[in-house]
């Protein structure tokens, strides 16, 4: 099948079901104590998006709060050091509290207090969903639990402080390898608990239906942007549009208003951390297995029994061992490609755009980077290859120094 | 008539609520485990529910994934969870259910994941993470290899839903008392004889009650309004305490289950 075929065959809106399968991903698959609240969030939703009160209030908030729409920049000394095609960055990192994230913690804190829920809880990788939703539980009122692995709160210290500045509570996980997928596990835990008073603001394009609907709704924002700003700047649609992929929901959300357009090309991209060797990486698409974990039927790096894989990245954003499952649905239709950045080829890129753009990016982001360039390289002067730069790496100096050796004082 | 209901039978007879009891298979080692499990069936269980352990147990509370976690760096597999199942068998007719995450069925295929669990000697089958709308492939498969679905009921599942949760079951439905994780509690939930009511209203089947069940009182006064009661954690807790002295853990724990299942007499 050609990819124009594919293309005409797809009907983006049309996912998911009403049960939240995208073909075979997807699904419901929670303890019976949370199927009513699901059940109750599907509803709430569905009626919040049909609303025009609440969406005027949402894109009152996402432009005065968030600062959209973000700019669509030509990243011109990059494109110059490829000697390629062109290459714009979506400037996600100019958002406030420094990522996308902030797309969907606005959009669900306003569905919460739609709900009348007075608590809310949150897990988080790199910290910056967490900041994200400390911010606007801070803006509303609302009291906030963040679930953080407690190897992440190592590395990623400023953004626990951050936090806990904005009256967030931080609780650090012990559990497993305490990473995302632990903090995930806990703040299931918690809204397990406490169900009828707490709204859980899951933070990517994963888990029990609605989520991943709802938070890839939340992030069509940036493909809508994306698509009216490029055509007004260079009267045509990009060739190619790379995104990195932990849950998936940056590139979900760059990437929708963009499937039916078969003559751009998709590419997200995981994190290959050491190598693909067991335990050593997150990129489901190189060994992963369809399997089942926290609430959603996808692609899970597994062992033979289905216990969960160890594994590992340098951005602790992308050190998930599950994909969103519309990303497992797109992939397996052929319509998204995706591909996977290793470590040391992140170190390098962080270093390169801060030195020729004076843009520092997020370590997640620089592995959209690194196989952005990659892709720049190979194509003519007159192609367009755009990068989603889902967030900025002000978070991430202080673990790039250590990596580098650099002591900071 | 099968294990599982037979178990529920003789104690209706015996006008006492059945006694489920819990532990993690293969903690704290292949060997104590069954060790303790014995001890349990010796101490008067009527049910014996063995978790599989679980490297991301989300329904659990802090006892079971330290249990799941022990067992796991214990060297559990599938292939020695259902071994374990096996050498239960050579000893006992206790009726055997499983306690269990999805993946850990689906991952090498629903079929051939049931028929090996029947193979074994397991009556049924609770699976955590999978709720009535999504079981058509276990259900199916359990129906052709004889074995018994068990579905949850919480205090937040609708009135509208036990119908759906009734249909889907077939062993009995396990009510749990509390919105939460598993794990010991101090006093019992409030309104269970009335959310055991309203179950039965929608399935002839045995309804037990569990979470948060650890002592002989709690046993009595669940007993009083349910045809089951599950204790694990309180259980769990006994192999926790005698990890330094393994060979404590089966007799501790068969004084414990004959004091706890001489709270279910009515």
Redesign the interface.
């Known amino acids: 099948m050609s990819a124009a075929e594919t293309s005409a065959s797809l009907r983006p809106e049309s996912l998911p079901d009403a049960?939240g399968h995208f073909g075979p991903f997807g699904?419901?698959?929670?303890?019976?104590?949370?199927?009513?609240?699901l059940k109750e969030l599907g509803e709430a939703y569905d009626a919040a998006r049909r609303d025009p009160v609440y969406q005027e209030e949402l894109n009152r908030h996402l432009k005065e709060f968030a600062g959209r729409p973000t700019e669509l920049y030509f990243a011109e000394r990059l494109t110059q050091h490829c000697g390629g095609a062109k290459i714009y960055f979506k400037r996600e990192d100019l958002l406030h509290t420094g990522a996308h994230k902030i797309n969907n913690a606005l959009g669900q804190v306003l569905l919460a207090l739609r709900m009348g829920k007075t608590r809310i809880i949150a897990e988080t990788g790199a910290g910056q969903h967490g900041v994200a939703t400390a911010a606007v539980c801070a803006k509303f009122g609302l009291q906030c639990v963040i679930y953080m692995g407690a190897v992440d709160m190592e590395r990623q210290a400023l953004n626990v402080f951050r936090m806990r500045l904005m009256g967030a509570e931080v609780r650090g996980v012990e559990?497993?390898q305490k990473t995302l997928?632990?903090a995930?596990?806990e703040a299931?835990?918690d809204w397990?608990?406490?169900?009828?008073d707490t709204h859980y603001i899951l933070g990517s394009a994963l888990g029990a239906h609605p989520y991943p609907m709802m938070v890839r709704d939340f992030h069509r924002v940036i493909g809508r942007e994306a698509k009216a700003q490029i055509l007004a700047r260079e009267g045509r649609l990009p060739d190619e549009i790379v995104a990195c992929v932990g849950g998936g929901s940056n590139a979900i959300g760059v990437f929708f208003d963009f499937l039916e357009d078969a003559a751009v090309r998709l590419i997200g991209v995981e994190a290959g951390g050491r190598g693909i060797v067991r335990g050593e990486h997150a990129a489901r698409f190189e060994g992963g297995?369809?399997?089942?974990?926290?609430?959603s039927?996808t692609y899970?790096l597994?062992n033979?029994?289905?216990?969960?894989e160890l594994t590992h990245s340098v951005s602790a954003g992308l050190d998930y061992a599950a994909i969103g499952p519309e990303h497992a649905y797109y992939r397996d239709t052929g319509r998204i490609s995706y591909a996977y950045a290793c470590d040391d080829e992140v170190m390098e890129v962080f270093q390169l755009c801060s030195r020729l753009e004076g843009i520092i990016p997020a370590l997640e982001s620089t592995h959209a980077l690194v196989e952005g360039l990659k892709r720049a390289k190979a194509l003519p002067k007159d192609k367009i290859v755009l990068v989603n730069l889902s967030g900025r790496g002000d978070k991430d100096v202080n673990q790039v120094a250590k990596l580098l050796g650099v002591t900071l004082r | 008539m099968d294990r599982i209901a037979q178990a529920f039978a003789r104690a209706r007879a015996e006008n006492r609520a059945a006694f489920v009891a819990y532990l993690c298979a293969g903690d704290p080692d292949f060997d104590t485990s069954l060790a303790a499990c014995r001890a349990l069936i010796e101490g008067g269980i009527d049910i014996l529910e063995l978790g599989v352990p679980f490297s991301d147990p989300l329904a659990d509370g802090l006892t079971n994934q330290l249990a799941a976690q022990r067992a796991l760096e214990g060297g559990m597999t599938a292939a020695r969870v259902f071994e374990l199942v096996a050498r239960i068998r050579e000893f006992s007719e206790v009726p055997v259910v499983f306690y269990t995450y999805y993946n850990l069925v689906f991952s090498n295929g629903v079929e051939a994941y049931v028929r090996a669990a029947k193979t074994a000697g397991v009556d049924g089958m609770l699976t955590l993470d999978l709720p009535p709308e999504e079981a058509a492939d276990v259900q199916a498969a359990c129906a052709k290899h004889d074995i018994k679905t068990v579905f949850i009921v919480a205090p937040t599942t609708p009135e509208s839903r036990l119908p759906v949760i009734g249909a889907a079951a077939t062993g009995f439905i396990y009510y749990v008392s509390r919105e939460g994780v598993t794990g010991v509690r101090d006093s019992v939930a409030a309104n269970i004889p009335e959310a055991v009511a309203a179950i039965k209203r929608h399935t002839a089947l045995p309804v037990v009650v569990g979470f948060g069940i650890g002592k002989r009182e709690h046993v009595a006064e669940v007993a009083a309004g349910a045809d089951g009661v599950v204790v694990g954690s309180a259980l769990v807790n006994v192999i926790r305490d005698n990890l330094a002295a393994r060979s404590q853990i089966a007799p501790k724990l068969a004084a414990k289950a004959a004091d706890l299942v001489a709270g279910t007499r009515r």
């Open positions: 049960a699904g419901v698959y929670v303890p019976e104590t949370l199927m009513t609240a559990a497993g997928k632990d995930v596990n299931m835990r397990v608990t406490n169900v009828r297995k369809l399997g089942v974990l926290q609430g039927k899970i597994q033979p029994d289905g216990q969960i």
